[in-house]
């Protein structure tokens, strides 16, 4: 079992900065990536960022260049870094973590909401 708990949500006007952490605790070992995801109302969740247990990161397009995605594995934690936000990115955040040991499994985060006024 791998637990996330997700921080640092808020409220932010447009062009402000947010950084979410996501601490992972259980059976850290078998992470092979960590990752954040986002959920619009109304919409699917969708991928914003990844990053694998070698530091290989990925992007989703709109966040390119504004997000930036690293880890502390000293602290097991993973943090999304978000300058020049935009009203669009208002969602819920959740993290994510895809682990291996015996079967591939994936655990979810609680979710943090991040509301970009315009």
């Known amino acids: 079992q791998v637990q996330l708990v997700e921080s640092g949500g808020g409220l932010v006007q447009a062009g402000g900065s947010l950084r979410l952490s996501c601490a992972a605790s259980?059976?850290?070992?078998?992470?092979?990536?960590m990752g954040w995801y986002r959920q619009a109302p109304g919409k699917q969740r969708e991928l914003v960022a990844t990053?694998?247990?070698?530091?290989?990161?990925n992007y989703a397009d709109s966040v390119k260049g504004r997000f930036t995605i690293s880890r502390d594995n000293a602290k097991n934690t993973v943090y999304l870094q978000m300058n020049s936000l935009k009203p669009e990115d208002t969602a819920v955040y959740y993290c994510?973590?895809?682990?291996?040991?015996?079967?591939?499994?994936?655990?979810w985060g609680q979710g943090t909401q991040v509301t970009v006024s315009s």
């Open positions: 994510n973590a895809d682990t291996f040991y015996s079967a591939r499994k994936v655990y």
């Open positions: 990053i694998t247990s070698t530091g290989s990161t």
């Open positions: 259980g059976i850290i070992f078998t992470i092979t990536s």
